[in-house]
DNA sequence: CACTTGACCTGTCCGC
DNA sequence: TGCGGACAGGTCAAGT
């Protein structure tokens, strides 16, 4: 599922679901879903309780009174959801989801002392969750070379600038992609994004200007914040913590509205695949030659 | 080296 | 309706 705006819903739920409260137990599928020995989590995880939930690019920490953290990152289709001990009654928005809780997708189930649960749901099999010391954390080779957050007052355009500039033999969405050149970006945000600046995705990097870089600075902090405000992008299987879904996708101006009108100048977006993406944009207001 | 392509999985949708 | 293939919001390993 989810990119930044996505995983920043999830810990902002959970910070007010899961925090101060202490696991009792835990159960999970297979050792690639959460891959610690079992040793490890009697001794750190059980009658641990949460203190703190942050969020690192794509990868979501929870924070324990162990001094152990839960890493968790969701991939494509994982989900963090929280059920009270009170389940939600017949007829609640969110019932179908919430209320079948654990199902086929349940990965891993946390049960809390209040009897309350996390469930962790990946359709996919591709998220994983690794209980780690907290001083480990940055030790793990994706924390270690994952590039600046885009929403921190310190990335400037000047910062994005220098970064895009190391990838300058691909395109530029394969350049925003990558999370060493900036966290947080995935296939939303980077056509959102290039949309907004005009700029063709399958333009070389050497070919953009630094006053288009500038302009693609300032669109993806805006969609970016756009979409947090929304709650996420809710297009298959996302939801957040709660189990519901976001709406940002409403607002999306190219992404999955191939076939339907530029809002910009009316042209009919098209659907192509570039940096091995489905990569949707105006034909009109993004030119692949400059 | 830098960059691109496949692999990891399951489910869904689309064309025949 | 059934079946095969393409595709899906991410990241890594292997290939060029």
């Known amino acids: 599922m989810p990119e930044l705006p996505e995983v920043e ?9 899961i925090v101060g409260k202490k696991i009792a137990s835990v159960d999970h599928d297979t050792p690639k879903s959460f891959p610690n020995d079992s040793a490890a989590v009697e001794e750190f995880l059980l009658g641990a309780e949460v203190r703190e939930v942050k969020r690192r690019a794509k990868v979501l920490l929870i924070e324990l009174s162990t001094d152990y953290t839960l890493m968790v990152h969701l991939k494509m289709t994982g989900q963090l959801v929280y059920v009270g001990k009170e389940r939600f009654g017949a007829g609640h928005p969110n019932d179908s989801l919430v209320s079948n809780l654990p199902d086929r997708s349940t990965r891993v189930t946390f049960g809390f002392e209040d009897e309350s649960h996390l469930y962790f749901n990946d359709q996919r099999k591709f998220g994983w969750i690794k209980l780690l ?8 080779p994706f924390m270690q070379k994952v590039g600046p957050e885009p929403l921190h007052d310190s990335f400037t355009a000047d910062v994005f ?7 300058k033999g691909t395109s530029i969405k394969a350049a925003i992609l990558d999370q060493t050149v900036l966290a947080g ?13 005009q700029i063709h995705p399958a333009r070389r990097v050497a070919d953009v200007s630094d006053a288009e870089l500038e302009k693609l600075h300032e669109e993806l902090i805006y969609v970016l914040n756009l979409s947090i ?9 996302y939801v957040n ?7 940002y996708i409403d607002f999306a101006r190219v992404f999955r509205r191939e076939g339907k009108e530029c809002p910009r100048c009316g042209t009919i977006i098209e659907k192509t695949k570039v940096a ?4 949707h944009t105006c034909p009109t207001c993004q030119i692949l030659t400059n």
């Open 9 to 17: 819903t999830v810990k902002r739920g959970l910070e007010k679901l």
């Open 133 to 140: 010391p907290n001083d480990l954390v940055s030790e793990d």
């Open 161 to 167: 600038i220098e970064q895009v500039r190391r990838r």
């Open 185 to 197: 970006i995935g296939n939303i945000y980077a056509d959102e994004g290039l949309w907004g600046a």
């Open 229 to 237: 405000e929304k709650g996420g992008s809710t297009d298959k299987n």
């Open 241 to 247: 913590a709660e189990g519901k879904r976001g709406s």
């Open 276 to 279: 091995g993406r489905g990569t």
